[in-house]
């Protein structure tokens, strides 16, 4: 009997996810086995509409195209899932039994599930269930513990990079000062990368609250030598000395979360007073999930998928594939999901960010 394994993708999206897909249809198919799509998450697994049957064919050409084939959902966790009952109210139920039984009786070897911490949680449910499951890591955040990258961080700061060229010329011409909003939740990765790499003046990020005295000190000493133009980016996760989390609400049904949001707009505001300039702000929001993926995420995807397969021939379950250069290792998804990764703010990084001037929102030069 042929073996059959199961992908699913869940979570926020992420470029190169189309990449894992291919490189574990590729090399699944290699070994005689058959490969199994689940769309939007666990879907499949409980509804045989949403399981497909993926082949090399049906794979040709999904390489360099953004998003994912399967689908994914941010309301799909099995555990809590938002379910209209026949009065037409929407209620939270537990599926996890449904899709437990549905994934034993189809006979899948393992389940390769592609996500970040809150779908890398919900598998790892899952596998103290008894399901086989073998984790990929995904998320533009970069901010899983254990793997030096994740796929997706590349494509992100490439598309904020490039967003952050293009607010110079505009800021200059306007004097203005231009405040740029980048995803990252609590880790502060993508607004680090792209602010350096863009020229930023002040780049601000979860792990340093900053202080709008200093924000406001480093553009006004750009203006003292002639530059009356200023670039600030800030992470969504950013918060004030002595301050709170902005956010734009509640997550959806099913989700504790609440949404971030809003920080750029509220610096630029509190620049505009405290400076008198023209002060205006953009958020790049979903566009730094969107597009093909960079050369680099997308060999680190195939890398992970290829990795995946060896895992399950190996039957190292409850494991997540992790890349600690030069190599793809695998850990246990419990140590990936303890905690998020944080910006070592002693690493070089932010040793090369201060020393060519920028300022981070605190007192040190």
Sequence with gaps: MREKILISTGGGDAPGLNAVIFAVVKAATRKGWEVYGSRSGYSGLLDRDDLIRLTPESVEGILPIGGTILGSTNKGNPFAMPVENLAGEIQVVDVSEKIMASFKRMGFLCHIAVGGDGSLEIAHRFAQLGMPVIGVPKTIDNDLEVTDRTFGF??????????????????KSHDRVMVVEVMGRDSGWIALYSGVSGGADVILVPEIPFSLDAVCEKIADNELHGKHY??????????????EVITKGKGELGREEAVLGGIGEWVANEIRERLGKDTRSLVLGHLQRGGSPTTFDRLLALRFGAAAVRMAEAEIFDHMVAWTPPHMISVPIADAICRRKKIDLSSDKVLTAREIGICLGDTQE
């Design 230 to 243: 200023s670039i600030v980016v800030v992470a969504e996760g950013a918060t004030a000395e002595n301050g």
């Design 154 to 171: 590349d494509t992100a700061v490439s598309t904020a990079t490039d967003a952050i060229d293009k607010l110079h010329s505009t800021a």
